[in-house]
C-alpha cells in the first residue's frame, strides 16, 4: 500500500494474555519505529530498526515486550501477560534511512489496545 | 539527555487570531527540528521541518526557525482556522552512533472556535 499500515486497529484484550501488533511499513523504508501515546501523554519510543536489526530498544517498558522484523519489512511488537498500564496507542512510524541525513518519519494509524 | 519540551495544552483560540506553540530542545549533537500533526481520528503526518540553525520551515501558513542561540523551534501562524484544530507534536532526530533516533515532545491540543 501507499502508507504504513497497522493491524489490527483496536484490540481489546483480557490482563494476563499476550498480543501481537503488526506493522506494514511503508515498501523500501528500511527505517522502522514503534512508539506508544497514551491518553494525554506524549509519544513513548520503544523500539527503532535498521532493517532487521534493531540498533537501539532503549525504549521497550519492561521484559514483557519485544519486537522482531523479518525480510526489513514487517515488524510484530509483542506484548506478553498484559497489564491494564499497557493501554495505549501504539504507532509504527518508517522512513528511507539516509546516512546523516534528516528524512521523515511516516506514521500509521495506531492500534488501540485496551487491557480490561 | 536529549529532549524536547513543548508548551502544554490545551490552548483555545478564536478563528483568525494569531497562534505561538512553544518548543525548546536539548540535544548532544545537531539536530534536524521537525513539527507533526494529528489530525483528530487521523495519524501524525510531517507539517515542517528545519535542518539546521536559522533555517525557516513553512507549510500551510505555518512557519517555524530553527533558532541554534535559544534552541528553540516555536510554531507560529499568522491567522488560525477552524481547520487548524489539531494535536501539534515538536520533534528532534538525532544521527548519533549509528542510530537514529526521534525524539517527540508531549504535544499541544489546539482548538480553534468558529
Known amino acids: 500500500g501507499a502508507g504504513v499500515s497497522q493491524s489490527p486497529s483496536n484490540k481489546v484484550t483480557e490482563k494476563g494474555k499476550d498480543v501481537e501488533l503488526r506493522c506494514d511499513p511503508i515498501?523500501?523504508?528500511?527505517?522502522l519505529y514503534w512508539y506508544r501515546q497514551s491518553l494525554g501523554q506524549g509519544l513513548e519510543f520503544l523500539i527503532y530498526f535498521q532493517g532487521n536489526s534493531a540498533p537501539d530498544k532503549s525504549g521497550l517498558p519492561s521484559d514483557r515486550f519485544s519486537a522482531e522484523r523479518t525480510g526489513g519489512s514487517v515488524s510484530t511488537l509483542t506484548i506478553q501477560r498484559t497489564q491494564q498500564e499497557d493501554s495505549a496507542v501504539y504507532l509504527c512510524a518508517s522512513s528511507p534511512f539516509v546516512s546523516g541525513a534528516n528524512t521523515e518519519a511516516f506514521f500509521g494509524q495506531g492500534t488501540r489496545l485496551t487491557v480490561v | 539527555g536529549d529532549s524536547v519540551t513543548q508548551m502544554e495544552g490545551p490552548v483555545t483560540l478564536s478563528e483568525e487570531a494569531f497562534l505561538t506553540i512553544n518548543c525548546t530542545y536539548t540535544?548532544?549533537?545537531?539536530?534536524?527540528l521537525f513539527w507533526y500533526v494529528q489530525y483528530p481520528g487521523e495519524g501524525l503526518q510531517l507539517l515542517l521541518k528545519?535542518?539546521?540553525?536559522?533555517d525557516k520551515g513553512s507549510n500551510k501558513g505555518f512557519e517555524a526557525t530553527y533558532r541554534k542561540e535559544t534552541t528553540s523551534f516555536h510554531l507560529e501562524k499568522g491567522s488560525v482556522q477552524v481547520s487548524d484544530s489539531a494535536v501539534y507534536f515538536c520533534a528532534l532526530t538525532l544521527f548519533t552512533s549509528g542510530t537514529y533516533k526521534y525524539i517527540f515532545g508531549t504535544g499541544t491540543r489546539l482548538k480553534v472556535l468558529a
Open positions: 515498501s523500501g523504508h528500511t527505517a
Open positions: 540535544a548532544t549533537g545537531y539536530p534536524s
Open positions: 528545519a535542518t539546521k540553525a536559522d
